[in-house]
């Protein structure tokens, strides 16, 4: 009796709390900006119809915008012409109209501290070239010898973005290097805590440097709030673009109010030649090699944590260890001549090696993104260098699977890489299960929890402020999951990670969700 009493006294405790901690601690509307080109008809179309017309002007009109608060900031208002060709800019282009731009923006308007997420609209440039060496981001073998040189300055004008008040090039780290010659350590990655609950009182700031081969860190030591590197530090930076406008509008729309079936949908983990074990120690293994930091045998870990939750049909993890075009997972919409191993059930995640991949099947690979159905929420994330490259005109390179395909075809969220990345910092997907697909973090911060590297080559495309919810935790089925689930559970408890048992792990499960934890918004100013 008294324990009943204390669960239902609990449950009204978090009802009251459950508002203002959700506007605390989760990124919101009002900490974005979006970053829009009116003199490029596709970045103004897209900036209007995810703003609206009242907040861009010049569009079309009529647009009522995906969500109330946004800040908005047209580069044509600064009257810089731009120099993008093909997508890219050369740094000091970068600096002198992007970059400082924004800066400007930001300290006019006093947002410095109030954005903590950009939102870059289709035709802005998305790679910032070597001036020294053109192009030699899209040469491996030689891009390699730069980055071992400590002069690799090839990246994404989206990742740039995330150190936004830091002098990249500027800034001496030792005699042999400058810190625009690598990588550096995204401090937000693999954290399980919404941006908010990180100050970024300092992030204007001088951090302090210590240059460690070709990766960039700050000192590890250095507890001082302001020159240590910290996940409020950085700017949350995604694209809304594709092949097309409308894909981008129905990419963005798929985002709203996203609700997994957990009986219906499924997940693509394809991971040719692997012994199938989520090792401790590296390997050879490309999801689980070089180096320890960054690697944790990344797909079968996505795939232990999705069967540990249980509420996702383990009928429906793909997983493959094995290698050879009969293990090439492949979907139903094209023809593959028979080759490939078939998989029917509508996607919520595609991670694999990519269609270039050895095995792969003889005909028609060039459609692979397009073979598969895809859910509303499905998230492409693959080792694939190049499969970021092909936005703004570009062309894809060495027949490496692209996002935007992906989006065309049907998918919602995506992390791609613009140059030659590595394996060292290919994102981490079981890092977007458990915060994004399991979790209750919104799409950018789950995207960059993810993310080994910034000032690096990475975009995250999609809406940033989505949220994924399942239908396992709506429990008194009106659409939404929030304390009312939980008034209805414990009314009558609900088998929710399928073990058989409807228990306190369920209620626990339940109970993660709607607070999108409690105990970490009480972590907020560190």
């Known amino acids: 009796m008294y324990s009943r009493l204390f669960q239902t006294l609990s449950i009204v405790a978090l009802l009251v709390f459950i508002p203002a901690l959700a506007t605390a601690s989760t990124l919101r509307a009002s900490q974005v900006l979006v970053v829009y080109d009116s003199r490029i008809a596709d970045s103004l179309a897209v900036a209007e119809f995810y703003a609206g017309s009242a907040l861009v002007p010049g569009g079309a009109g009529g647009e009522a915008g995906i969500h109330e608060g946004l800040s908005v900031f047209d580069l044509a208002s600064t009257g810089i012409p731009s120099s993008k060709i093909n997508g890219n800019v050369f740094y000091d282009e970068f600096v002198a109209e992007i970059r400082d731009p924004i800066r400007a ?54 990742s740039e973005l995330t150190l936004l008040w830091q002098d990249i090039p500027d800034i001496n780290v030792d005699a042999f290097s400058k810190l625009d010659s690598g990588f550096i350590r995204n401090p937000y990655w693999h954290q399980n805590r919404p941006i908010n609950t990180w100050t970024n009182r300092h992030i204007r700031e001088d951090k302090e440097w210590v240059f460690i081969q070709y990766r960039i860190l700050t000192r590890t030591t250095n507890d001082d709030p302001q ?3 910290r996940p409020g530090d950085i700017l949350l930076v995604c694209r809304l673009d594709g ?3 409308a894909d981008v509008r129905a990419m963005v729309m798929r985002a709203q109010n996203l609700m997994y079936d957990v009986e219906a949908v499924g997940v693509v983990i394809d991971e040719s030649d692997s012994n199938g074990i989520a090792d401790v120690d590296q390997n050879s293994e490309i999801d689980n090699l070089l180096d320890p930091l960054t690697r944790e045998d990344d797909y079968e870990t996505a795939r232990d944590l999705l069967l540990a939750d249980g509420r996702f049909d383990p009928a429906k993890v793909h997983y493959n260890a094995l290698s050879g075009v009969t293990q090439f997972q492949v979907g139903p919409n094209v023809d593959f001549n028979g080759e490939g191993l078939l998989v029917t059930d509508d996607l919520i995640l595609m991670t694999h090696f990519g269609r270039n991949h050895s095995g792969r099947p003889s005909i028609n690979i060039a459609q692979y993104e397009e073979s598969f159905n895809y859910a509303p929420g499905a998230i492409f994330s693959t080792m694939e260098s190049y499969n970021g490259r092909a936005f703004n005109g570009l062309p894809t390179r060495f027949s490496q699977g692209q996002v935007a395909d992906f989006i065309e075809a049907g998918g919602t969220f995506g992390i791609g890489m613009v140059w030659e990345p590595f394996a060292q910092t290919v994102p981490d997907t079981n890092w977007l299960v458990q915060n994004f697909i399991l979790g209750g973090l919104t799409w950018a911060e789950a995207a960059y929890t993810a993310i080994p590297a910034i000032s690096w080559m990475h975009v995250v495309i999609g809406d940033p402020l989505a949220r994924a919810m399942r239908t396992s935790d709506d429990i008194n089925g009106d659409g939404a999951v929030n304390a009312e689930d939980l008034y209805a559970w414990e ?32 972590d907020a100013g560190r």
């Open 105 to 158: 923006h930001l300290e006019a308007n006093g947002l410095v501290y109030q954005i903590r997420s950009l939102v870059l609209c289709k035709g802005l440039p998305h790679r910032v070239d070597d001036a020294a060496s053109p192009g030699i981001g899209d040469q491996p073998g030689s891009f390699a010898g730069q980055l071992g040189a400590g002069a690799a300055r090839s990246v994404s004008v989206d």
């Open 227 to 229: 020159t240590a590197l």
């Open 243 to 245: 092949n097309s406008v």
């Open 491 to 522: 009314k009558s408890p609900v088998d929710i990670n399928r073990d058989g048992m409807a228990d306190d792990a369920d209620r626990q499960l339940l109970t993660t969700t709607i607070r999108v934890p409690i105990q970490q918004t009480f």
